[in-house]
């Protein structure tokens, strides 16, 4: 990886944390049901719905950089959202037709990851008792 991918997935990074606090903040208020996290719900969605769009752009043309890439999609939607490469990644394995590795994807990660704070939550409680 070069120095110059490293700065633009780091800058890319910078601009979609704080669009993650801005945007998780704008969904709370405009959307005020407190059944779900809706902020976060607003993210994922919205990140899911640029990811598409720019692997839409990335695949049927060359407009793109390896760089400017790498910008985009690692950086500013990877910060704003890590549930967007997921998203994509399950529409790839749709698209190819591999509905096993779809449903081990998604049930390992959403399962796998409410596991993982539940043990996380649980073990840090128990240490701090």
């Known amino acids: 990886m070069t120095i110059k991918t490293i700065i633009a997935i780091g800058s890319g990074g910078f601009i979609g944390a704080i669009s993650r606090a801005y945007l998780v903040g704008f969904f709370s208020k405009a959307i005020p049901w407190h059944g779900i996290a809706v902020g976060t719900l607003g993210v994922n969605i919205l990140g899911s719905f640029l990811i598409g769009m720019l692997f839409s752009g990335f695949s049927h043309t060359d407009f793109f950089s ?4 790498s910008f985009l999609s ?3 939607l990877g910060a704003l959202t890590t549930y967007s490469t997921f998203a994509l990644e399950n529409f790839i394995m749709l698209q190819h037709g591999q509905y096993a590795n779809l449903l081990l994807n998604l049930l390992s990660n959403v399962l796998g990851t409410l ?8 073990l840090m409680s128990a240490l701090l008792k």
Not at 66 to 69: A, D, G
Not at 115 to 122: D, H
């Open 74 to 76: 690692t950086g500013l």
């Open 115 to 122: 596991i993982a704070v539940i043990i996380g939550y649980s």
């Open 66 to 69: 390896p760089t400017t890439k």
